[in-house]
């Protein structure tokens, strides 16, 4: 599509039909807590689906579905109050809303927070994972920078406090008005930039397959071993689909503060997938994106993609 195209043009792409959900990792409990062996990472099941969003994950389990493909799911709405945001900054307001139509107003904390809430851009370059605020009503609302008009998508990560209730991620698609010029996908590369971070992405992702991604941080050619808690654990990884933007929040193996952090996988069909790291040091988090092929015609290991730049709460531009 050419640049300048209205964002207008745009509207029919994301009235995409969704694919298969993807992806899978071990998950662990907060920094200092035994492991348990049913504790994974917030998948919720698709509409027909099994899982219950927090499936226990061994080596070679089979994948739980992944959230994000719908606005509703167990019961649960994503109602976005701000479905048009400006190109800058701006803040969004959205809700949860129960079977009745309610706000929902009584969560159950997950590392450390009640709800996780992810903005990416539908070319999978800018990336978001902010931290809004509730109010009583039931009406969260954050800041958000998005620089660039375009397509984009929501999710919602959290689990009500309601007896019975499961782990549910919904998605919801944003548009930004504006002259649209969707950027390519990054290329594969071995090493990530951000901040003066090197993080290098190792291991197999493969279709069908458990295998460990292991990711390195080193700053100044150094490894860092003083990784910092980031929401009760060493890094957070959010995987999205390119194409349908399938969502997955997964959590680390077991191990220390760093250099490395790693992380168990299946991609359970061919494709490309773009996977953002989160870490904490020296009291800031950053975000390193990385583009990983899976299936025939690529490469056994992953293949990260190049630097990622963030703003100044630490994430991805992309």
């Known amino acids: 599509m050419n640049t300048g195209v209205k964002i207008t043009a745009f509207a029919a792409a994301l009235a995409a039909t969704f694919g298969t959900a993807y992806g899978v990792g071990k998950g662990v409990g907060p920094v ?3 492991k348990k062996a049913d504790h994974g990472e917030h998948a919720a099941a698709e509409p027909g689906g099994a899982g219950d969003g927090h499936a226990g994950h061994e080596a070679g389990a089979a994948a739980p579905a992944a959230g994000g493909l719908q606005v509703s799911d167990g019961g649960y709405t994503l109602a976005l109050e701000t479905p048009r945001p400006a190109v ?3 803040v969004l307001k959205f809700s949860i809303k129960d079977g009745s139509g309610r706000k929902v107003t009584a969560y159950k904390t997950e590392h450390g927070k009640e709800l ?18 509730r109010a009583a009503d039931g009406t969260w609302s954050t800041p958000v920078d998005l620089p660039a008009a375009g397509g984009y998508k929501a999710f919602a990560d959290f689990k009500p406090a309601a007896a019975g209730a499961k782990g549910i991620t919904l998605g919801v698609d944003l548009s930004v008005p504006g002259a649209y010029a969707p950027r390519p996908l990054p290329a594969a590369a071995p090493t990530a930039t951000v ?3 090197q993080v290098t992405l190792g ?4 279709p069908g397959k458990a295998g460990e991604l292991k990711l390195t941080v080193s700053k100044g050619g150094k490894p860092v071993t003083d990784l910092e808690p980031y929401l009760g654990a060493y890094g957070h990884l959010v995987a999205l689909r390119d194409g349908d933007l399938a969502y997955l929040h997964v959590h680390p193996n077991e191990g220390g503060p760093g250099p490395d952090v790693s992380f168990t996988a ?6 490309t997938y773009r996977l953002f790291l989160d870490f904490q040091h020296g ?5 390193a994106a990385f ?3 899976a299936g025939p015609g690529h490469a056994t290991a992953p293949t990260p993609a190049g630097s990622a730049t963030h703003d100044a709460d630490g994430h991805s531009h992309g």
């Open 266 to 271: 299946t991609a359970p069909s061919p494709g």
């Open 291 to 293: 583009t990983v092929h």
């Open 116 to 133: 996780h809430f992810i903005v990416a851009s539908r070319d999978l370059t800018v990336y978001r994972h902010l931290h809004p605020v």
């Open 195 to 197: 901040d003066g971070y």
């Open 283 to 287: 009291g800031k988090v950053r975000t």
């Open 203 to 206: 291991g197999t992702l493969a």
């Open 88 to 90: 800058g900054k701006s």
């Open 32 to 34: 200092g807590e035994p």
